[in-house]
């Protein structure tokens, strides 16, 4: 889809399971690239995760969350603190006075199943301006594509997500943020 975008011509379902021409190649090569840095761009709803992590010691004596390595984006930690993303650790600033902290992130694990057709119209765009600038060399398209994708396609994305994300769903979340909150346990007895 990618290479028709740009002009390049079709290539079968077979072409990319092969790798046996150039254009399928590169497109496996930088596929992973163009998927990552849309899901990075935004919070999305459909690749929302959420787990209870326990808060732990870094090396250089500060409290952390060591993050899974699905993360890509962050959406919200689950504690009344200042912290701060570095690398694959959430540092906090004081330590909190819980054992274990709720976290929402945006996962790299999402089946291209669950994807929304508007989100992969976005990686299409994203793979084709990749392609066009290193396979094509035709640096022009390359902005073009990338142009379109960030005035047009990732807004329309971005504007359906939020408005498809299920008021069930964000209750569930919200839930679960809490669950793990000691102040909350406190308050409710739990």
Do not use: H
């Not at 899901?39 to 999305?44: D, E, F, G, L, V």
């Not at 709720?102 to 299409?124: I, M």
Request: with cysteine; net charge negative; hydrophobic share 45%.
């Amino acid at each position: 889809m990618a290479l028709c975008r740009m002009g390049e011509g079709c290539l079968s379902a077979q072409d990319l399971a092969d790798l046996s021409k150039k254009e399928a190649a590169v497109a496996a090569a930088f596929y992973g690239q163009a998927v990552a840095s849309v899901m990075q761009r935004y919070t999305w709803a459909f690749a929302l995760k959420g787990e209870l992590m326990p808060v732990e010691e870094t090396e250089d004596g500060k409290a952390a969350i060591f993050l899974p390595d699905d993360f890509l984006r962050m959406d919200s930690v689950g504690v009344l603190a200042t912290w701060l993303v570095r690398g694959r650790e959430v540092v906090f600033a004081e330590c909190p006075r819980v054992e274990e902290v709720f976290v929402s992130y945006v996962s790299s694990d999402v089946a291209e199943e669950e994807w929304p057709a508007l989100f992969t119209d976005c990686v299409v765009l994203s793979l084709a301006s990749y392609l066009a600038g290193n396979l094509a060399a035709n640096y022009e398209l390359a902005a073009q594509l990338t142009a379109t994708l960030d005035q047009v396609a990732l807004p329309a994305a971005i504007s359906y997500d939020a408005k498809t994300t299920s008021s069930d769903r964000r209750n569930q979340s919200v839930a679960e943020r809490f669950r793990g909150s000691a102040l909350l346990k406190s308050r409710l007895g739990w």
